[in-house]
């Protein structure tokens, strides 16, 4: 069976420190990976999204960046937090096929200070 | 433009009610529609799809969803409602290789 991870869990950092949030999945080859960004424990948000290694789209400009540098990782990163970075970080993934589910990971809270 | 709404931000329900949440979608071409539940400082979690067949889709924890293709809706259902399906639920289409997600709706159970 498939598995999704993410870490850490939670994390406090103050502004403009850098970031970096990883979520791997296990069980799968070449799926469909997504960053969404949750605020106020509400709307989903897809930052950003990519069908292969070293492939990242971009849904929305702002202060962070994506990468995979393998099959199965996908990183979430920032060079300097901002304040309003703070929020909930979801990785979901599905396989590459028409009607496929998307899962969730369990999800990052991201505090920023 | 392709889009979900949830025109309810949220919904009371006595337990063992039944309850309904509302989804409309807009979509060109066949619509791929999914609903998810999320509980507090988790990950959404998959109930139930629509894909093609039967609009009436059953899913995980006796829910359902019926697929109403003349008036662009996947509502949410279940006969009777539990205190712990108290949880934010999000309706989805598919577009290409994402997923839209309308804007949640707060289910709450009371004894």
């Known amino acids: 069976s498939q598995t999704i991870h993410q870490w850490p869990a939670t994390l406090v950092q103050p502004v403009g420190s850098p970031l970096s949030l990883e979520c791997t999945v296990e069980g799968t080859s070449n799926p469909n990976l997504y960053w969404y960004r949750q605020a106020a424990g509400r709307g989903l948000q897809l930052l950003f999204y990519?069908?292969?290694?070293?492939?990242i789209s971009s849904e929305v400009p702002q202060n962070l960046s994506a990468s995979r540098p393998q099959d199965r990782q996908f990183i979430l990163s920032s060079k300097k937090l901002l304040l309003s970075d703070s929020g909930f970080y979801l990785c979901?993934?599905?396989?590459?096929?028409?009607?496929?589910?998307?899962?969730f990971g369990p999800g990052t809270r991201l505090l920023v200070l | 433009a392709q889009s979900v709404a949830q025109p309810e931000d949220q919904v009371n329900v006595a337990e063992g009610n039944p309850l309904t949440v509302k989804c409309t979608y807009s979509?060109?071409?066949?619509?791929?529609l999914f609903w998810y539940v999320q509980y507090p400082n988790r990950g959404l979690q998959f109930l139930l799809k629509?894909?093609?067949?039967?609009?009436l889709v059953k899913g995980s924890y006796g829910f359902e969803a019926e697929f109403n293709k003349s008036q662009t809706s996947f509502h949410l259902k279940k006969p009777s409602a539990l205190v712990s399906d108290s949880a934010l639920y999000f309706c989805?289409?598919?577009?290409?290789?994402?997923?839209?997600f309308g804007t949640g709706t707060r289910l709450q159970v009371f004894p």
């Open positions: 989805a289409v598919r577009v290409q290789v994402k997923l839209i």
């Open positions: 629509y894909i093609t067949g039967d609009n």
């Open positions: 979509v060109s071409g066949n619509p791929y």
């Open positions: 990519s069908v292969g290694i070293g492939q």
């Open positions: 979901a993934w599905t396989r590459d096929t028409t009607g496929e589910t998307q899962y």
